[in-house]
């Protein structure tokens, strides 16, 4: 879900280290919304068009901590210096692909992300005008509010010669994040970053880049059905308590998930997306059918399968992409059967870059 509402933020104002630069194996952020440049940035561009991937946040065990970016799917951001915005204010001119979303900058994602932004960077002398292009469905299970937070930010930090390093960029997105489901940053760092990420923790924000050997084949099987389901509800679903034994085990398969990651092991990969034991049984039933579609993936030959962040998409893991077609069409036929549901397939890579800059205008 896309849509934002009022928010206190849970963070407190504490200072900003130096920006990290884009491709690093660690990066610690002590959470500020403040200025973190002394003099005015001027734009160096007229115009940029930024996108940013979709989301497959939790992973299974790794609830709130783990997430990952998926190639070919996402939104955009065509942002431009316009003298009939006031000067340090962002206007959303048009929004394509919804029409559910506020143009309202202050309650839209896109429009809350690129203010956190602008603060950054200290800009008072200049407004921006703000086009949106939705890729992505709301209350997807795919970060549709974090792909429009990571390309708003990431078009206006280019816009001003790109100053700001990705640990900014994430906290600018997650500004944006916490008024729609709270304040977690499995769906905004990968959109940003690319690949895998852990969240080493929240206060101070940590993020560890988790690589995925280049010469090893991945491909996600995402299955979207008709259905939404909005991140506060199935939050809300959540235990409020857990035993000792589902806390060990869930630890054990979110480290094992880690170094499948990093091993390249895609079997390995598939097993622990599919154990959690604590998040994925509250929420399974409220999606209809999608505890027949995960039947349905392994059975396939999926090497293992869960809920995509909230729902209600669900998304397996496979090594061969012919392979992994024919696993979507076994969950389609089960959302179907079980569900009641429509829904629709796509085999997707690994995204390795996350939000970025696709075109510009110099001045």
Known sequence: MAICFQ??????????????????????????????????????????????????ANLGPGFDFLGAAVDGLGDYVSLSVDSSVSPGHVSISE?????????NPLFNCAGIAAIATMKMLNIRSFGLSLKLEKGLPLGSGLGSSAASAAAAAVAVNELFGA???????????????AKVSGYHADNIA???????????????????PLIFPQNQELFFILVSPEFEAPTKKMRAALPTEIGMPHHVWNCSQASALVASVLEGDVVGL??????????????????????????????????????????PTAVAVIDNEEKGKEIGQKMVEAFLEEGHLRSAAMV???????????DSVPR
């Open 95 to 103: 929004i394509s692909g919804s029409s559910k979303l506020s143009p």
């Open 163 to 177: 100053k700001l390093g990705v640990d900014q960029l994430v906290l600018a997105g997650l500004e944006s994040e």
């Open 270 to 311: 598939g097993k622990a997306l599919s154990s959690d034991k604590i998040v994925e049984p509250k929420r399974a039933p409220l999606i209809p059918g999608m505890e027949a579609v995960k039947k349905a993936a392994i059975n396939a030959g999926a090497f293992g399968c869960t809920i995509s962040g909230a729902g």
């Open 7 to 56: 928010f206190q933020s849970p963070l407190k104002p504490i200072t900003f280290p130096a920006s990290t630069p884009k491709k690093i194996p660690f990066l610690r952020c002590k959470a500020s919304f403040s200025t973190t440049t002394a003099t005015e940035l001027e734009p160096v561009f007229t115009s940029v068009k930024s996108f940013a991937p979709a989301t497959v």
């Open 348 to 358: 997707k890579r690994l995204d390795r870059v996350g939000a970025r800059l696709i």
């Open 190 to 208: 990968p959109a940003i970053m690319g690949g895998f990420v852990l969240i080493k923790s929240y206060d101070p924000l940590e993020l560890k």
